[in-house]
């Protein structure tokens, strides 16, 4: 069945380290991957997206990802981590058929500490 | 930039009663979703619906739910009779076509008491 994982359900970094998140998919093709990020009490923002081409995307906020069909992965990378970018992290699949859905994974919270 | 909005941000209803929660998809989009967030738990997908009629639904969307466009513009989610584990987040979305990015509004937190 198809599906996204992100492995890491919480991570926590200090301000100016470097982050990445993972996000692993199960799916026959290339799928088209997408980043999201959701604020405290905010709705959902698009971070970045892979449709094909160039595997290293980039993204708003300096955030950056990098699709590995070998691994299955789309993991998602900042070189220095803000205080602001405290938030959950979603990576997204679209699974297209005929029909329109996309599946999140569970989330990735990360906590950014001084 | 266009956006998809919804309203109302913030919606309490006691239980049992109907509620409509309104969106505005971006205008040439195709597709329209549902999802909603309960607290602390994933985003999931509720239903899809693409020229006028529902494409596929998840097994949350049963028969108290129902979707409409009634106009060129507004897209609704009706849920008949809520219930207190309805209470979630519900977001919209709209894509212009097939595999593309889904941009999603703000949400509506609805609280059933």
């Known amino acids: 069945a198809q599906s996204v994982t992100q492995p890491d359900i919480h991570i926590t970094v200090s301000e100016g380290a470097s982050l990445e998140l993972r996000c692993n998919y199960s799916?026959?093709?290339?799928?088209?991957l997408f980043w999201y990020v959701q604020s405290p009490g905010q709705g959902l923002q698009l971070l970045l997206k892979?449709?094909?081409?160039?595997?290293l995307v980039q993204g708003i906020k300096g955030f950056e990802a990098e699709f590995k069909r070998s691994q299955s992965s789309f993991n998602l990378r900042k070189p220095s981590v803000h205080w602001s970018d405290a938030a959950e992290y979603f990576c997204?699949?679209?699974?297209?058929?005929?029909?329109?859905?996309?599946?999140f994974g569970t989330g990735t919270k990360l906590q950014v500490i001084p | 930039e266009p956006e998809v909005t919804q309203t109302p941000s913030h919606q309490v209803t006691q239980m049992g009663q109907e509620v409509i929660l309104r969106c505005v998809p971006i205008?040439?989009?195709?597709?329209f979703y549902w999802y909603r967030q309960i607290l602390g738990q994933k985003v999931e997908f509720l239903v899809s619906?693409?020229?006028?009629?529902?494409?596929?639904k998840s097994e949350i969307f049963d028969d108290q739910f129902s979707v409409e466009r009634p106009d060129g513009s507004n897209f609704t989610l009706k849920i008949r009779s809520t219930k207190l584990e309805d209470s979630a987040m519900y977001f919209c979305?709209?894509?212009?076509?097939?595999?593309?990015?889904?941009?999603f509004g703000q949400g509506t937190r609805l609280t059933v008491v």
């Open positions: 205008s040439n989009h195709l597709y």
């Open positions: 892979y449709f094909s081409g160039d595997t």
């Open positions: 979305a709209s894509t212009p076509g097939d595999g593309t990015e889904a941009f």
């Open positions: 619906f693409y020229n006028n009629e529902i494409s596929e």
């Open positions: 799916y026959g093709a290339t799928p088209y």
């Open positions: 997204a699949v679209p699974f297209s058929g005929g029909y329109q859905k996309v599946t």
